[in-house]
């Protein structure tokens, strides 16, 4: 069930309900019993798939905790990792490498090849909750966190619808806790969830799926051959119904946990206002990023190894972090993107005129500062608006054929309504961030009394009954 639809809502009312008649550990029991029912939704075949990895991990994070010697605790380890990245390469990735092998085979000319592959369906949000098994059984191993002696509170961890499909990724030590511990009914924070799923709604329904319109126009070919208007119109519509997709699904989810006393990390923090691509990373998908920062770029040694080996790491993780992504070379050419622009950015970080600061940070160079740091802010949007092109092609040839139009203007009267009908859904979202990076806030009216915030409430729910783009679009992030 898409959180945009009727039946989404239908279910969360009747959990809601039914949840807060419940004490703590008969409220855990079912959460967990509605999760597996909203997951056997898509597909009650996997449920099996599910279970499977969230016993074997519960078991191995408990032996890994109770023995004291290196060696078991390592093997331990080693299984949980084997068991997840193997579920996780055979269904997401089997096809895509075999296909690979095969055109690899004949580009040189190897055509007689005879390789079935299996079309094999993918599991919705095994991508997401593989990499919460793995931080979980890790951070044990680690002796960050404890492990769980409750296979119903390890599973609704794992689990838990809200973030289910499509995260955010749960940190073991942030989550499991308030799975262990009572939770206790708060109007406020019940309130600044139905608030959290209206602007999500707005969001996704609003800008996401009208900004879709043009986006799947221009990349379809509809708006004609690739020139620099239809570029433009396509990765600034693509750039916008991402971020309006993925933050607007992070806001329901994060809004469907408060109703039910949970707190989930903050997904998304203004990402196109970033003035580096390190900033924008800090920004965008944060629960990913630090997944792979966490476990993946520290563990490979991070920037403790000199600076090469540290280009080195940024270039795998962020490969790696593409990958993650999709079956599919273009992910792993826009993470490619990603990872060379931050090992350039951290090259040229000296010669530009940045300096680390007492408090670590640092600061853009006075050249970008005199503009109030908007100078930075559009050159890093139109990189990573490049960077999306090869997100959303289907092929690196699509990519390169649509980039290829840069270098013609070929304008036509109607491309202007394109422009027009992108900022009407754009800017006001564009100019809501800027507020919110201001002052601080996750919604707008977050601070303000509890009439102007039912009013607000109330102006969102009717821009989503008469703005709503009127197709059915599922979520992006559900299909990784």
């Known amino acids: 069930m898409l959180f945009d639809t009727p039946i989404y809502f239908i279910f969360l009312f009747g959990v809601v309900v039914a949840y807060w008649r419940f004490e703590h550990r008969q409220q855990n029991i079912l959460l967990l019993v509605c999760s597996y029912f909203f997951y056997g939704w898509w ?64 580009s040189i000319g190897i055509d007689d090849v005879h390789v079935t592959t299996l079309r094999i369906l993918l599991p919705p949000g095994i991508s997401f909750y593989t990499f919460q098994e793995i931080a979980y059984v890790v951070d044990v191993y680690n002796r960050r966190i404890k492990a769980t002696n409750s296979l119903v509170d390890y599973a609704l961890f794992i689990c838990l619808f809200p973030h289910l499909i499509a995260g955010p990724i749960q940190r073991p030590s942030h989550l499991l806790p308030q799975v262990q511990t009572v939770r206790s009914f708060d109007t406020t924070r019940f309130f600044d969830g139905l608030l959290l799923i209206l602007s999500g709604l707005v969001r996704k329904c609003v800008v996401a799926d009208n900004c879709a319109l043009l986006a799947n126009a221009a990349f379809s070919g509809r708006l004609g051959t690739p020139t620099l208007p239809v570029v433009a119109i396509g990765a600034y519509a693509f750039a916008w119904q991402i971020y309006g997709d993925f933050s607007g699904y992070t806001n329901i989810a994060r809004g469907s946990a408060q109703l039910l ?165 754009t800017v006001p979202l564009f100019l809501a961030d800027c507020l919110l990076s201001r002052r601080g806030e996750e919604y707008l009216f977050e601070m303000r009394s509890g009439s102007q915030r039912v009013a607000y409430a109330l102006v969102l729910l009717a821009v989503t009954t008469f703005f709503s783009g009127n197709q059915i679009n599922a979520f992006i992030y559900f299909r990784f």
């Open 43 to 106: 597909d009650w075949r996997f449920l099996a798939l599910i279970l499977t990895s969230t016993v074997v991990d519960f078991s191995c994070a408990r032996w890994i905790a109770a023995s004291s010697t290196a060696g078991r605790r390592k093997l331990l380890l080693t299984v949980s990792l084997v068991l997840n990245l193997s579920f996780l390469g055979f269904f997401k990735y089997f096809d895509f490498f075999i296909d690979s092998l095969v055109a690899a085979l004949q």
């Open 261 to 425: 006393g949970f707190h989930f990390m903050v997904n998304f923090k203004q990402p196109y206002l970033a003035t580096s691509l390190q900033d924008f990373w800090r920004r965008w998908h944060i629960s990913l990023s630090t997944w792979l920062r966490d476990y993946l770029y520290i563990p490979l040694g991070g920037s403790r190894l000199g600076e090469a080996k540290t280009y080195r790491n940024l270039l795998v993780t962020m490969l790696l972090g593409g990958l993650w992504h999709g079956a599919n070379w273009t992910f792993v050419v826009w993470g490619g993107i990603h990872g060379v622009g931050l090992a350039l950015e951290r090259i040229g970080r000296g010669r530009l005129g940045w300096a680390q600061n007492r408090s670590g940070e640092e600061p853009a160079p006075a050249w970008w500062r005199a503009s109030g740091g908007w100078a930075a802010r559009i050159v890093v949007f139109h990189l990573v608006c490049l960077a999306w092109i090869f997100f959303r092609a289907q092929s690196t040839g699509e990519a390169i054929h649509l980039l290829g139009g840069l270098g013609t203007i070929g304008w036509r009267p109607e491309f202007l309504t394109a422009f027009e009908f992108l900022g009407f859904f």
